[in-house]
């Protein structure tokens, strides 16, 4: 079975302060891909970046960082000197073929208030 | 990118009556198309997949005489809410892949209240 675990429910920081958004995933697939998304309050999904599982490579966006590990399952998100603009809910998803066909799993979100 | 279209953006209804909603790729066509549920501060929870031409396939749990879902063409996919009832008020995102990529590409959404 495909499961994403975002264990943090909500995180609150100051602004400036750097903040790791956690992601767990479970899969049985040796292809399967992984997101993160940004949900701000209009409701709309934000694409922040794609990693299969055959690439490891981190990889750094302005402020924002992703760590992919898959020796503990892990794809990790990191927000540099956060703004206030960076409030939102952030969500891993995980997409791999399961029973009845492919399909794009999310975790169960992280809300991130980022105070000024 | 590609572009996927939700409308109504949002929509009020009376309990007892049916909504429809309506997921379009602009710019490229889609024979698989999926809907999700999102309760506020919840999650998104995949409901089921549209295939063009044929059925869709429900996820365990959700009424498929409730949500009736059609895929005429290859470019729209239709959720229909029967008989609404404020329990069904929620946040219904449709989303659509290119043929040969794994990214998803999502609608705006449906923000869906019954009173």
């Known amino acids: 079975a495909q499961k994403v675990t975002q264990a943090q429910t909500e995180i609150s920081v100051v602004e400036k302060e750097d903040v790791t958004l956690d992601c767990v995933y479970e899969t049985r697939d040796t292809t399967y891909y992984l997101f993160w998304y940004k949900q701000p309050p209009s409701g709309e999904l934000v694409f922040l970046i794609r990693?299969?599982?055959?690439d490891e490579q981190n990889e750094i966006s302005g402020r924002y960082s992703w760590n992919f590990q898959k020796s503990t399952s892990s794809f990790n998100f990191t927000i540099t000197a956060s703004q206030v603009v960076d409030s939102a809910v952030y969500f891993c998803a995980l997409s791999a073929w399961g029973t009845g066909g492919f399909k794009t799993i999310f975790g169960a979100g992280t809300r991130l208030f980022v105070k000024a | 990118g590609a572009v996927v279209s939700q409308h109504p953006s949002w929509v009020i209804c009376k309990s007892g009556t049916s909504v429809k909603i309506e997921c379009r790729s602009l710019d490229f066509q889609a024979t698989t198309m999926f809907w999700y549920r999102q309760f506020p501060k919840q999650s998104l929870m995949l409901m089921a997949t549209?295939?063009?031409?044929?059925?869709?396939?429900?996820e365990q749990g959700v009424e498929k005489d409730k949500f009736l879902i059609n895929h005429a063409s290859l470019t729209l996919s239709t959720l229909t809410v029967t008989s609404a009832h404020p329990e069904d008020s929620s946040f219904y995102i449709c989303?659509?892949?290119?043929?040969?990529?794994?990214?998803?590409?999502f609608g705006q959404g449906t923000r869906l209240t019954v009173v």
């Open positions: 989303s659509a892949y290119l043929w040969d990529s794994p990214e998803a590409f």
């Open positions: 549209s295939n063009e031409g044929s059925k869709a396939t429900y």
């Open positions: 990693r299969n599982s055959f």
